[in-house]
């Protein structure tokens, strides 16, 4: 077992979730590092997870600066479902909410 190991045994036994811990480890870790927000939020938008919107929140940038940067990157811009089926399958998952 290793000190992350250690560390978060020791704070699960004083009250602490790991998840939390990990949560906000990683959040602090990417505050710091801007690129590999941007680089992350690429990555996700480009494989389809997430909106080009919260692309933009995760990378901390505008919407307009997202779009840019995608482009030049490459990366093809969604606009709008691609099929009727697509825009049915959204529809179904929004009604459950």
């Known amino acids: 077992m290793g000190t992350v190991e250690y560390i978060l045994n020791a704070s699960e036994k004083l009250g602490y979730r ?4 990990l949560r906000d480890a990683l959040n602090m870790f990417l505050a710091a590092n801007k ?7 690429m990555e996700l938008y480009k494989e389809g ?3 080009l919107g919260k692309a933009s929140e995760i990378a901390g940038l505008s919407y307009e600066d997202m779009k840019q940067l995608l ?3 490459n990366i093809i811009l ?4 691609e099929s009727a089926g697509e825009l049915r ?3 179904k998952r929004l009604s459950m909410l």
Do not use: C
């Open 89 to 91: 399958e959204k529809a």
């Open 35 to 41: 690129e590999l927000r941007e680089r992350i939020a």
């Open 49 to 51: 997870k997430i909106s």
């Open 71 to 73: 482009i030049k990157n």
């Open 78 to 81: 969604r606009r709008g479902p």
């Open 18 to 21: 790991k998840e939390d811990i």
